[in-house]
């Protein structure tokens, strides 16, 4: 059983990235996802998540009309698009995966964790 997110990179303000999450072993659609970021310094927060049920996407304030979480069954991953990137975006990002869940809980609910993948947004 792994989760695994990737995508990440260096962008511009204003350039777009979309990161991925991929689970082996066991089939995401029936796990709500959450992605989550944390910034050196900071705690970890959540930023965006997406429901096992209905696909019902959740997101934070911060990210609001510029992230879009979605899935694609066939690859058996969640996407994390994120669009007009700014300087504050900058932070390790991790996806974690509860079975039957949400998209919404606390961090500390999720069963799995995938590794960080680095977004950077400089110019």
């Known amino acids: 059983v792994q989760l695994q997110a990737s995508g990440g990179g260096l962008v511009q303000p204003g350039g777009s990235l979309r990161l991925s999450c991929a689970a082996s072993?066991?089939?995401?659609?029936?796990?709500?996802v959450g992605w989550f970021r944390q910034s050196p310094g900071k705690e970890r927060v959540a930023v965006s998540g997406i429901s096992s049920s209905d696909g019902t996407t959740y997101y934070a304030d911060s990210v609001k009309g510029r992230f879009t979480t979605s899935r694609d069954s066939a690859k058996n991953t969640v996407n994390l698009q994120m669009n007009n990137l700014k300087p504050e975006d900058t932070a390790v990002y991790s996806c974690?995966?509860?079975?039957?869940?949400?998209?919404?809980?606390?961090?500390?609910?999720?069963?799995?964790w995938g590794q960080g993948t680095l977004v950077t947004v400089s110019s």
């Open positions: 974690a995966a509860l079975r039957g869940g949400l998209g919404y809980e606390s961090q500390f609910a999720y069963e799995y």
């Open positions: 072993g066991f089939t995401l659609d029936d796990y709500g």
